[in-house]
């Protein structure tokens, strides 16, 4: 009778196999998150590019009129910065009465002449 033990080889190699299997998929749990962020990623990132293709898209359509028509120069000359041609009649109005002083308005009523002054002889 002889009575064998059971040996340690067996259950060590299964414990092994069982730990890399383990550190195994933990591994695929990480990649497949790495790949799920880079899809994500990679999906801004094209609607960043079609946003930026569009922008782009706009700014030569605006280069274009600009170049072409003469109208848009000259509106965007004068509503940018605030050009004017040699004959034009430019009248400033301000924002508000709270620009102009209280006592200049009183003043300046007072000493009002009429714009129209009858004639002394007739």
């Known amino acids: 009778m002889s009575s064998e033990s059971p040996r340690p080889f067996p259950r060590l190699l299964a414990l092994?196999?069982?730990c890399f299997l383990?550190?195994?998929?933990?591994?695929?749990?990480?990649?497949?998150r790495d790949l799920a962020a880079a899809?994500?990623?990679?999906?801004?990132?094209?609607g960043e590019i079609q946003?930026?293709?569009a922008e782009?898209?706009?700014?030569?359509?605006?280069?274009?009129?600009?170049?072409s028509d003469?109208?848009?120069?000259?509106?965007l000359a004068r509503e940018q910065y605030r050009m004017m041609r040699p004959d034009d009649l430019v009248i400033v109005i301000?924002?508000?009465?709270e620009e102009v002083p209280a006592i200049e308005v009183?003043?300046?009523?007072?000493?009002?002449?009429p714009a129209i002054t009858p004639d002394p002889e007739g």
């Open 16 to 18: 092994v196999v069982g």
């Open 22 to 32: 383990l550190l195994l998929g933990l591994a695929a749990l990480s990649s497949y």
């Open 106 to 113: 009183a003043s300046e009523v007072e000493d009002a002449s």
């Open 51 to 53: 946003q930026t293709g």
């Open 70 to 75: 003469p109208a848009t120069l000259e509106r």
């Open 56 to 67: 782009n898209d706009e700014l030569v359509r605006r280069i274009e009129r600009l170049r």
């Open 39 to 46: 899809r994500d990623r990679r999906q801004a990132l094209q």
């Open 94 to 97: 301000p924002a508000g009465p």
